[in-house]
């Protein structure tokens, strides 16, 4: 096993570590020894992360003692709802699961955000593990305690926040994970460095190609980076009261574009992706941000083969779909605008007609 990189979130008493390396699911068993309340747990899953991954896990945790049953979900965004839960919850029975068990979340964003829901919600919340499988889940879904479902208006409009007792990131199950989806992570990856990290940005700028073909080195610098951008964020507003909100730096499109188009057609980094471009144009327009910033973000957009257009909607159904975001404060949509590259801001001033027009302007001829 590779040495362990290991990110603290520091929040008092339901502080975690989050461990990054190669080779770790082998260790997970010890690592969990003595972090949770009981031996059993559930591991929540899909079919193909199962297939390649559920095995080495469960054996870990088996060789440490716990008594492991394990349970798949469907794979996709459209069953990232209520119902999925509902069903998990029969497996939570079924398995005896009390009040000391414990919930592994073994996949991506989706199989976390659900597992974690079930976790904050079954006996009013048990132990629960971030066992993250793919980029955008290593750099940006795990850490922070956001869990929750769609609902069929709107993006993660049901959930809680719920802390993980500790995120296992093993950047070996990236060599399962096809290419697309390596790209869309990495949507979250330019993301996380424009917000707030400008030498994670002229890294990517130099050496996004490494990241990109999954180069073990490379890797393990943008995870950690991520991680701690992301943490030192939730530390100083774990339930998104003020700052945190600078996490959806591209999400305001993004989310918006994922609901019109019902979460079949874009990865949710792919959506972010050309969300941060529009965030870029938004802001040339309100925060006198310089065009070359703008040409930045999309060179590193486009060299990740990620979109920089938006499909043909009407300025109605954006709005419809701008409107339910979760951010908003009472009427007003919300949007967070690069400032900088390293600096973003959170604004509710800023009138919607701006956002429809940057829309327009990035929307493909039909």
């Known amino acids: 096993m590779e040495r362990i990189t290991q990110v603290e979130v520091g929040l008092g008493d339901r502080a975690y570590p989050i461990d990054i390396g190669s080779g770790l699911l082998t260790q997970a068993g010890q690592g969990l020894t003595g972090v949770l309340r009981g031996k059993k747990v559930l591991i929540v899953t899909n079919g193909i992360v199962n297939h390649h991954w559920g095995a080495p896990l469960r054996r870990s945790l088996e060789e440490a003692g716990f008594s492991v049953a394990i349970t798949e979900i469907p794979d996709g965004e459209t069953h990232k709802r209520i119902e999925t839960v509902a069903s998990l919850y029969d497996a939570c029975v079924a398995a005896r699961l009390n009040r000391t068990s414990a919930i592994i979340a073994l996949g991506g964003g989706i199989v976390g955000d659900v597992a974690g829901f079930l976790a904050a919600t079954y006996m009013r919340g048990i132990d629960f593990v971030q066992v993250p499988t793919t980029l955008l889940s290593q750099v940006d879904s795990s850490v922070g305690g956001k869990v929750g479902v769609n609902h069929r208006d709107g993006k993660n409009l049901i959930g809680a926040f719920y802390q993980p007792k500790r995120v296992i990131i093993d950047t070996d199950t990236l060599s399962t994970l096809p290419v697309r989806e390596v790209r869309a992570g990495y949507g979250e990856v330019i993301k996380t460095a424009l917000l707030g990290d ?166 493909e001829a039909e």
């Open 198 to 363: 400008p030498d994670l940005f002229a890294f990517l700028e130099t050496a996004g190609a490494d990241v990109l073909r999954l180069d073990a080195a490379a890797l393990r610098r943008v995870v950690a980076a991520c991680c701690r951008a992301k943490a030192g964020v939730v530390e100083q507003d774990e339930r998104e009261a003020g700052i945190r909100a600078i996490l959806n730096l591209g999400h305001t499109f993004g989310h918006a574009l994922e609901t019109l188009t019902h979460y079949q057609t874009y990865r949710h980094g792919e959506a972010v992706a050309v969300g941060l471009i529009a965030a870029c144009r938004l802001a040339q327009t309100v925060l006198g941000l310089p065009e070359t910033v703008t040409d930045r973000v999309r060179r590193l957009v486009q060299a990740a083969d990620l979109p920089v257009r938006f499909p043909a909607f009407s300025a109605e159904e954006w709005r419809k779909a701008l409107a339910m975001d979760k951010k908003n404060q009472d009427d007003q949509v919300t949007f967070i605008v690069p400032a900088a590259i390293g600096q973003s801001l959170v604004r509710a001033d800023i009138p919607l007609s701006l956002a429809l027009a940057v829309i327009h302007e990035m929307t």
